[in-house]
């Protein structure tokens, strides 16, 4: 009776299974920040290897594998439409079109791992799991740059609800925390058809990454050094940030921020991506202003739109106590259609992109690096480049720390600016080194090479936020010199040997027939 009841329901989710796909995705996103929810994650792969072995052929693996990740990144990614609704009245109609266009676009990433997982089907279960995971790192990595890249959420950030659980990033970065991710789902698997070994797997990963992680966290140092920043969050709504009535009030309101305390002890202080709302290249009066917000013998670091005779940069400046500029970085990876329009020539004119409405924005020259006198020298980031694995840092001279400007307010109170936090916190951990990262409405907070958040201002909460900087700002660390050439070559080289094994074994046996 037992059997004929399990029977019943395994051919409910067979005959439903793209529903049984979209759940299990949709279950899935919900292990990447604010939530957490790692475990969840890990069954909903587990469950998603049962179903996917009832498929009969490629094709119906590959729509398997498709809503799985429709599911998943729909709602992993639904916060990316609320940009839309600060201007509700040019973008609102395109909401649900960017809500369901994200799963329908990013759930072609997974139609790959799910085909490879029917390829190995008549294969061991342990081939079976290693395929699809090397498989899915794969596709994670070619989503971090094809059509200009967007590697937001690859599964292994799940594992940034504590730097514990980070630090074998610094080792294969966040694409080897995703095969271990997979392989831990893939244990579950092994266990739940009655192998002992599967336990062993999990407990052994398991083991590895706390062991490694408590001795790596164990090795530093947190003592601070002699830097100290002071990160200004003043949580203007995004509706006001370019109101023209607000932009004195605004601007104003920085500059009072920076001054709340006495900025006698302050080296830097830090505003948000496009905070300064003038052109200062020629608006000799809001330059003089902002001086007031400059410390004694220090410096503001702020971002601004530049502008030269062709076109627009999402800026960042440096500037001193007597107005001048010390350095500036333009954004160089742009949003597409947030900040550019992709094929501009072959769409009409009125199509804008949504955070620049004026035209679209130039881009800067990657991988800039600023000196200023004595100090460190730090690389320059403006909002979602800090989210590229191995692109953050300049790999010819990388710099000690890194300075990230960011204006999450675009996405209101929801899951994006908990996400981004955790892809700066896996940036820290992967090249070793520390972070700044100051954002309009939140999420700042300084990260030191562990990942670890030194101290932070809450999402949505107005304030300033003094913080010295780690003593040692920087780690060295394997993936940090050589980036992700050796996970995508042993992703590659462990599908190759996969295949080859496969085929040598069909060959064994059509012999012995």
């Known amino acids: 009776m037992a059997e004929q009841t399990a029977e019943k329901k395994e051919n409910f989710f067979i005959k439903h299974r793209k529903t049984t796909a979209l759940t299990l995705g949709a279950a899935a996103a919900f292990g990447f920040a604010p939530t957490y929810a790692v475990l969840l994650t890990l069954c909903s792969l587990f469950a998603a290897f049962v179903v996917a072995d009832k498929m009969q052929n490629l094709r119906q693996a590959a729509a398997f594998g498709y809503w799985y990740g429709f599911g998943m990144f729909a709602v992993g990614f639904y916060w990316i439409g609320n940009a839309l609704l600060i201007d509700a009245a040019t973008f609102g109609w395109l909401y649900p079109i960017v809500l369901f266009g994200a799963g329908a676009f990013f759930g072609l990433f997974t139609i790959v791992p799910f085909m490879v997982w029917h390829q190995f089907s008549a294969s061991g279960t342990w081939q079976k799991i290693v395929a699809f995971a090397a498989a899915w790192v794969l596709t994670e990595w070619v989503r971090s740059f094809i059509l200009t890249?967007?590697?937001?959420?690859?599964l292994g950030s799940v594992f940034a609800f504590h730097p514990v659980w980070m630090q074998t990033a610094s080792l294969w970065g966040v694409y080897g925390l995703s095969f271990w991710a997979v392989c831990l789902a893939g244990s579950l698997y092994l266990y739940y058809f009655g192998r002992k070994s599967g336990g062993v797997l999990f407990l052994v990963v398991l083991s590895l990454m706390l062991g490694f992680g408590f001795w790596r966290v164990g090795q530093y140092k947190p003592y601070p050094g002699e830097i100290t920043v002071r990160l200004v969050q003043p949580a203007i709504p995004q509706q006001m940030k370019w109101n023209r009535q607000a932009l004195e009030e605004n601007f104003a309101a920085y500059i009072k921020m920076s001054r709340q305390k006495p900025l006698t002890d302050i080296d830097f202080v830090v505003w948000g991506e496009t905070a300064i709302p003038f052109d200062l290249d020629r608006d000799w009066r809001h330059l003089q202003q902002l001086r007031e917000a400059v410390?004694?013998?220090?410096?503001l670091i702020g971002g601004m739109v530049r502008f030269?005779?062709?076109?627009?940069?999402?800026?960042?400046?440096?500037?001193?106590?007597?107005?001048g500029v010390e350095g500036f970085y333009d954004k160089s990876h742009l949003v597409p259609f947030g900040e550019y329009i992709p094929l501009r020539k072959y769409l009409p004119n009125w199509i804008k992109p949504v955070?620049?409405?004026?035209?679209?924005?130039?881009?800067?020259?990657?991988?800039?690096?600023?000196e200023i006198g004595d100090y460190p020298i730090f690389g320059a980031l403006?909002?979602?480049?800090?989210?590229?694995?191995?692109?953050?840092?300049?790999?010819?001279?990388?710099p000690s720390w890194l300075v990230v400007l960011s204006n999450d307010g675009w996405y209101g109170d929801s899951a994006g600016p908990h996400q981004h936090l955790a892809a700066a916190q896996m940036r820290a951990v992967e090249e070793g080194v520390t972070v700044v990262r100051s954002a309009n409405s939140g999420i700042s907070a300084v990260i030191n090479p562990l990942g670890q958040v030194v101290a932070s201002l809450p999402l949505n909460d107005s304030g300033i936020l003094d913080v010295r900087l780690p003593h040692h700002l920087k780690l060295f660390t394997f993936y940090g010199a050589h980036k992700n050439v050796p996970v995508v070559s042993f992703m590659i080289l462990i599908l190759c040997a996969l295949l080859i094994y496969k085929e040598l074994r069909k060959d064994r046996y059509t012999k012995n027939s």
Request: net charge negative.
């Open 149 to 154: 890249g967007f590697p937001w959420n690859p």
């Open 295 to 299: 410390p004694p013998q220090g410096y």
């Open 308 to 323: 030269d005779d062709e076109k627009a940069y999402n800026s960042l400046y440096v500037f001193n106590e007597e107005g």
């Open 355 to 370: 955070a620049a409405n004026m035209a679209d924005f130039g881009s800067g020259k990657k991988y800039k690096n600023i």
């Open 382 to 398: 403006i909002c979602y480049e800090i989210i590229f694995p191995g692109e953050v840092v300049n790999p010819n001279e990388p």
